[in-house]
Nanobody
Framework: QVQVAESGGGLVQAGGSLRISCGVS????????MAWFRQGPGKERESVAA????????YYADSVKGRFTISKNNAESTANLTMNSLKPEDTAVYFC??????????????????WGQGTQVTVSS
């Protein structure tokens, strides 16, 4: 019954910033971690950032490290991704996902079983 929904996608010029949000409902008590993934045209879905719900441990892909920041608000049951210094290669559909447990890494896609529909982020050059 866990539901995940993203919001905040849009068009931004290269070098600009954008914040996208993820809301979780229907059983946040069973969530161990939340993560952002993205999938660009002709590319596989890749992990972007992740955060453990209770401890705040984070993971960042090398391609976004230093530019993106993942944060959470337990009271609001949300996870945000702040994206700075955006590049055209960041253009993708961004998906939020939640995992009831993580046995390997926070970035392990197999651990995430609850997914949102995705939000489009387009970075113009």
């Amino acid at each position: 019954q866990v539901q995940v929904a993203e919001s905040g996608g849009g068009l931004v010029q290269a070098g600009g910033s954008l914040r996208i949000s993820c809301g979780v409902s229907g059983g946040t008590g069973s969530i161990y971690a939340m993560a952002w993934f993205r999938q660009g045209p002709g590319k596989e879905r890749e992990s972007v950032a992740a955060i453990s719900w209770n401890y705040g441990r984070t993971y960042y892909a090398d391609s976004v490290k230093g530019r993106f920041t993942i944060s959470k608000n337990n009271a609001e049951s949300t996870a945000n991704l702040t994206m700075n210094s955006l590049k055209p290669e960041d253009t993708a559909v961004y998906f939020c996902a939640a995992a009831p447990f993580v046995e390997e890494r926070l970035s392990s896609r197999a651990s995430y079983i609850y997914w949102g529909q995705g939000t489009q982020v387009t970075v113009s050059s």
